[in-house]
């Protein structure tokens, strides 16, 4: 690399490749690259052909030069020096640069994992051995700074020889190749990489007994010609009782000849308008939620009428090619991660939490956690709960908190993970479901289940317990036990082991 022509300059800036980044000099970390312009998540930012070198050659000569800052572990055991951009990515703790291996081409493939600004620096996750104390300035604001041994906690696996170059895309979804679709095309239930698990507790109310009722005011209206007003809602919405809290519900009720008016669920009587010929506000049990099937609309439109809403609570939104392709590269990592995991002394136990698909700003910085309770001796170090904590860390040393004010923040809201997602190899134990409810994590995606340790339908089913004050999406990543190829499957954990 040292001959370069487009490096030869540290100070100089070279735009380099189709997404224009360029290369420039970073105090403390030698050259770097740069975004040129501003890059969009998921965009393959570069293609680097790599140069093969034996394992015995490598060890002979290699591991004696520079060459080994810049060498990739191959998955046969020879050590690859990618050529081009590949070779300058710096280690961030927080990379904005994902990779993977293209063994049929002899290339390493470089993808933003985030929207990328511009001038910002591109960074890769070199793994946790590193030979070098490492400057980690995610982002232009240059905002952390951690050195080894000041900050960090110790409890991070090791071993590491190198880079650990990452396994080729498996079992990409047919989903995603196909010509001509729009990231914001919906993809079809069938064609999604993953299962939905079904919660039990969303089986609707479908016996009078089950309908679950609020207590709310509501008034007769007596002359039939204010009806056409209030349905106009000019009056309700002046008088603040337009509110979503009974959205599910329809206004009037009509028995008879009387019609009756749904006010709002407020402690106290509402006042009414005095120009309008009103009875007085009195209270009436209406369901708390909207009707699923038509049994339950039947029996809840016999305390209010009631909105029909067939689709399932558990159902989550509609997936896009885009949503896909963001939840595919998820997987990716996890698989990289894992992988380098496999080579600590630590179980192979990872969590990766992205930057979330629609709204990157609640969380700028993906992260990345293993599970640590070997090296720390510490039984409570699981990666989904050092995967909460790292998000909090994160959130906590922002200049401007990302939610909420520097007063929440300080009483330990950067802990609630509200509309993030988390990815991880393993289905989480009891303990770190029941830490993801108190977050409130949207939804959690693992790739193999834990039937006798699990918690999130492995050995209990933590989300659909009665009383628990939240509840996520849990959904399964399908075939990770038979991917094709020799050496994807992932490395095994012992059935007991509550992940
Ligand atoms: C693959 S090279 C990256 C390009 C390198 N900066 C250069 O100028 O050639 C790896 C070397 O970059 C430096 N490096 C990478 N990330 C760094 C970081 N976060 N902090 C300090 N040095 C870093 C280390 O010297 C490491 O051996």
């Not at 990739?72 to 961030?92: C, Q, V």
């Not at 309908?211 to 809602?233: C, F, G, N, S, Y």
């Not at 009387?258 to 049990?285: E, I, K, M, R």
Request: with cysteine.
């Amino acid at each position: 690399m040292a001959g370069c022509p487009a490096t030869a300059n540290d100070t100089d800036e070279h735009i380099l490749n189709p997404q224009q980044c360029h290369v420039k000099h970073v105090r403390g970390k030698g050259r770097g690259v740069f975004a040129s312009r501003a890059i969009p998540a998921r965009t393959i930012i570069e293609v680097s052909p790599v140069l093969l070198f034996a394992k015995d050659e490598y060890n002979a000569h290699g591991r004696h030069t520079l060459l080994d800052h810049y060498a990739f572990n191959w998955r046969d055991g020879r050590m690859a020096l990618p050529l081009g951009l590949g070779s300058l990515f710096n280690h961030s703790e927080y990379p904005n640069v994902s990779y993977s291996i293209d063994t049929t081409r002899d290339c390493i493939v470089y993808t933003s994992t985030r929207t990328i600004g511009p001038d910002e620096e591109l960074c890769i996750f070199y793994g946790h051995n590193l030979w070098f104390n490492p400057v980690d300035v995610p982002n232009e604001s240059g905002s952390t700074s951690v050195t080894a041994g000041s900050g960090q906690e110790l409890d991070e696996w090791a071993s590491l020889a190198g880079i650990q170059a990452s396994l080729p895309d498996q079992g990409i979804p047919t989903a995603l190749l196909a010509g001509n679709m729009d990231d914001d095309d919906a993809i079809d239930e069938d064609d999604l990489p993953f299962t939905w698990k079904r919660l039990s507790l969303d089986k609707e109310e479908e016996q009078i007994n089950d309908i679950e009722l609020v207590q709310a005011w509501v008034v007769d209206i007596l002359d039939h010609k204010h009806i056409a007003t209030m349905l106009r809602q000019v009056w309700l919405k002046r008088s603040g009782l337009e509110t979503d809290a009974l959205s599910h519900l329809k206004r009037i009720r009509r028995q008879g000849l009387t019609s009756t008016l749904l006010l709002c669920t407020s402690p106290h009587a509402p006042t009414l308008p005095g120009d309008t010929a009103l009875g007085a506000p009195y209270q009436v049990s209406v369901p708390c939620n909207p009707a699923l099937t038509q049994t339950s609309l039947h029996l809840k439109n016999t305390y209010w009428p009631t909105v029909f809403t067939p689709r399932r609570k558990w159902e989550p939104e509609k997936w896009t090619r885009g949503k896909l392709k963001w939840a595919c590269n998820a997987i990716d990592v996890l698989k990289q991660e894992c992988h380098k995991a496999a080579t600590s002394d630590e179980l192979p136990i990872v969590a990766f939490v992205p930057s979330p698909y629609a709204n990157e700003d609640d969380l700028p910085q993906s992260v990345v956690a293993y599970d640590t309770r070997t090296s720390t001796c510490h039984p409570l170090r699981h990666a989904a709960l050092n995967a909460i904590r790292k998000v909090a860390d994160f959130r906590a040393a922002q200049p401007t908190p990302v939610r909420g004010d520097a007063t929440q923040n300080q009483s330990g809201s950067q802990y609630l993970l509200t509309g993030l997602t988390l990815f991880t190899t393993h289905e989480p134990c009891i303990m770190c479901t029941m830490a993801l409810l108190h977050s409130r994590m949207k939804e959690i995606f693992y790739m193999y289940a834990m039937p006798k340790t699990g918690g999130c339908g492995g050995v209990a089913c933590v989300p659909a317990l009665k009383g628990v004050n939240h509840r996520f999406t849990i959904a399964i990543w399908k075939n990770s036990y038979e991917e094709a190829g020799d050496t994807v499957v992932l490395p095994t954990l012992d059935p007991e082991i509550d992940a």
